[in-house]
């Protein structure tokens, strides 16, 4: 027997970058940012490619992170429109092919501290659609039973995303481990698969699946689309989640399985219309403000963003600034390059750019770390905030009952608790603490 399915992952709807954004801009009027509109766009365009395949597939199956919050970065549910576009697309991909459709919860759209699930509820609103939660997960584990959705041609081992730290914690690893090798064995005698969400790099990518002998292991949270041994596949993200996600190709894979065989795996790709720029500029010791930005806008003209606003193509723009300028400081080259993304963010800009920012690194010793997550990153621009803000304060005339330094004090403990380097309330204590 012979299955053929779709796999797709981390679509992670409700994504919204928030970071040197250009303001009021929309993907839909009043109802979804621009930038939070192409994570939905690829949604819709992912079911509509996959409902015109010939022949069809038996299935599809979606390996974690459908929604990107809740999560640790992000508490908060995902916006209306998130869930809204994931329930009028199922439904209508369901009801238009007849196809069923498989979604495993991942780390995003999990609640950490809540038996409850967005999934469940997604469930109920779309006849056709089956999940596998991480609640569905623990209680499977608890009763010794499998987690194990069966369909027409092929049976589905489900693993959804499980915390390492945690499993560990409670002293649980053994116990996981066992669970699989008893409870999740595959009905040889048909084709059979396992769909997990997780990664060599945290810890929750479970060795013990690879041992099963699944005749396909469709893998998400990696958002790089890439074969992970002879049998398993990540489908990658389907939208650029990270700036350093420009170099990835994206798009769903189609799985061509028969058992006992290697299974046949053929990439469908996207395009892309939106360019995303993560670039480097070098600052030498002679520049100046000046410099610097004849750089910035020399690299703009070099990538074609000096055209008309156009929101379906608007360039997002993140750049790296390595090396210390003697002509300036710091704290000159942070205002020089706010000045600069207003200029290029305002509504007569002469670029076409829907997101500026931009990290500084002051010491080629020191070690960078590219972008993470764009709708977490910080622009913590001062590199010795304290000089920093006393040599600002020196520019201006200060009543002399003021304490300079304590204004210095609440002034540095501000950005710390703005970025995350200090955590709880901003108060005369922590304030002071450094003097204790």
Not at 418 to 431: D, I
Request: glycine letters at 4%.
């Amino acid at each position: 027997m012979k299955a053929r399915i779709a796999h797709i992952s981390d679509t992670h709807l409700g994504t919204r970058p928030r970071d040197g954004i250009r303001p009021n801009v929309w993907g839909e009027e009043m109802r979804s940012q621009l930038l939070e509109n192409d994570f939905y766009e690829r949604f819709r365009e992912i079911f509509e490619k996959i409902s015109k395949l010939d022949p069809p597939v038996d299935l599809v199956v979606h390996s974690g992170d459908l929604y990107n919050s809740p999560w640790e970065g992000n508490p908060s549910q995902p916006p209306v429109v998130a869930q809204e576009t994931a329930i009028t697309v199922l439904q209508n991909f369901i009801e238009k092919t007849g196809i069923p459709v498989l979604i495993i919860e991942g780390n995003h759209g999990l609640y950490r501290l809540l038996e409850v699930s967005l999934l469940d509820s997604l469930k109920m609103a779309v006849p056709g659609l089956d999940i596998a939660t991480q609640q569905d997960l623990k209680r499977a584990v608890r009763t010794g039973d499998p987690l194990v959705r069966s369909y027409d041609k092929l049976d589905v081992y489900c693993f959804p995303f499980m915390d390492y730290a945690v499993l560990k914690s409670a002293d649980m690893t053994t116990i996981f481990d066992d669970w699989i090798t008893t409870h999740q064995t595959r009905i040889k005698s048909r084709p059979s698969i396992a769909v997990a969400h997780g990664m060599d790099i945290d810890q929750t990518l479970f060795k013990t699946i690879f041992s099963i002998g699944y005749d396909y292991v469709a893998l998400g949270h990696d958002h790089h689309q890439h074969q992970q041994s002879k049998n398993a596949w990540y489908a990658g993200s389907t939208e650029r989640w990270r700036f350093d996600e420009t170099r990835h190709e994206k798009g769903f894979l189609v799985v061509d399985i028969e058992a006992g065989s290697l299974p046949v795996v053929t990439p469908f790709l996207l395009e892309y219309q939106r360019p995303i720029i993560n670039e480097k500029i070098m600052i030498e010791v002679e520049d100046s403000v000046e410099s610097v930005s004849d750089k910035v806008f020399a690299l703009f003209d070099d990538k074609g963003v000096k055209t008309p606003w156009d929101p379906e193509t608007a360039a997002r723009i993140r750049l790296v600034f390595e090396g210390k300028a003697t002509r300036m400081s710091s704290f000159e080259l942070g205002m020089a390059l706010e000045s600069l993304r207003m200029r290029i963010l305002s509504k007569d800009s002469e670029y076409n750019v829907s997101q500026f920012f931009w990290n500084v690194k002051q010491s080629v010793d020191e070690e960078f770390t590219a972008a993470s997550y764009p709708e977490i990153e910080s622009e913590y621009l001062i590199q010795d905030p304290e000089d920093d803000f006393r040599a600002y304060l020196e520019t201006l005339e200060i009543d002399k009952t003021m304490d300079t330094t304590m204004l210095t004090k609440i002034a540095v403990r501000s950005l710390e608790h703005a970025v995350g380097k200090k955590q709880g309330r901003l108060s005369t204590e922590s304030v002071m603490e450094d003097d204790k």
